[in-house]
């Protein structure tokens, strides 16, 4: 059985930082591609970053290039979201999500298999 848990979330001013986690179990970790979504109150959930399986290409939405960085480590079947100059508009609970073998429109909620419960991220003014 596959789970993601995130965890790492929290409250924070404009301007911090904070680094979300996604632990993942019961699947080959290595061989997932790893995305983050977001989803805002009244918002559909969207995109936030991927990086891939084979080689850790990464990709960012356009509001966050620059300031989130994506990364994995597969000896501890985990992702990371390490954010930087949170804004206000960054407040959303964070998802985590796994494609197996994820290649093609990773920016896609549908392409993903599996999703994390989701932590709250914060950012006040």
């Known amino acids: 059985q596959v789970q993601l848990v995130e965890s790492g979330g929290g409250l924070v001013q404009a301007g911090g930082s904070l680094r979300l986690s996604c632990a993942a179990s019961?699947?080959?970790?290595?061989?997932?591609?790893m995305g983050w979504f977001r989803q805002a109150p009244g918002k559909e959930r969207e995109f936030v970053a991927f990086i891939n399986w084979a080689d850790s290409i990464t990709y960012y939405t356009d509001s966050v290039k620059g300031r989130f960085t994506i990364s994995r480590d597969n000896a501890k079947n985990t992702v990371y979201l390490e954010m930087n100059s949170l804004k206000p508009e960054d407040t959303a609970v964070y998802y985590c999500?796994?494609?197996?073998?994820?290649?093609?429109?990773?920016?896609?909620?549908?392409?993903?298999?599996?999703w994390g419960q989701g932590t709250q991220v914060t950012v006040s003014s």
């Open positions: 999500a796994a494609r197996y073998r994820g290649s093609q429109r990773m920016a896609y909620i549908r392409s993903y298999d599996h």
């Open positions: 019961g699947l080959t970790f290595s061989s997932y591609t």
